[in-house]
């Protein structure tokens, strides 16, 4: 009896670890989501820039939900974050491209994150079955 208490403790905490790593990968795929998001919203903006041609009219965000009205007088090129806080100036496709690019990346490493997150369930649930087995033993002696 001590020992199948001893083993559901044990069992216990293993499933508190995995649920704690099960919820830091499910927080670190929705901020994966919402990156790639944010990076599918640039490439649409810079698509309909390229063809909507020069004196575009846009919304200038100036903080706090507000705007300005402006307009793009050069729309051949655009200034892009390359990370920690580098940005470089690229042709319109090129910039096109780069984005299309880290957009893979997101998707390649939210797939990964979805895999793992699967894995974690699945090692859950095992864990889940095994205290019952443990529990149903211990209810018929």
């Not at 099960?22 to 990156?35: K, R, S």
């Amino acid at each position: 009896m001590a020992e199948e208490k001893k083993k559901l403790e044990e069992l216990a905490y293993q499933y508190q670890l995995l649920q704690a790593q099960a919820q830091l990968l499910a927080q670190n795929l929705e901020l994966l989501t919402l990156g790639r998001n944010e990076f599918q919203a640039v490439k649409e903006s810079l698509e309909g820039l390229k063809k909507e041609g020069k004196d575009v009219e846009i919304l200038v965000p100036i903080g706090a939900g507000s705007f300005l009205k402006g307009k793009v007088t050069e729309t051949d090129k655009a200034i892009l974050s390359v990370g920690a806080g580098y940005a470089v100036e690229k042709e319109l496709d090129d910039a096109i491209e780069y984005i299309e690019r880290r957009i893979k990346e997101y998707d390649e490493a939210i797939r990964k994150t979805q895999e793992a997150l699967k894995k974690l369930e699945v090692q859950l649930e095992t864990l889940a079955k095994q205290a019952q087995n443990i529990q149903g033993k211990g209810n018929k002696g």
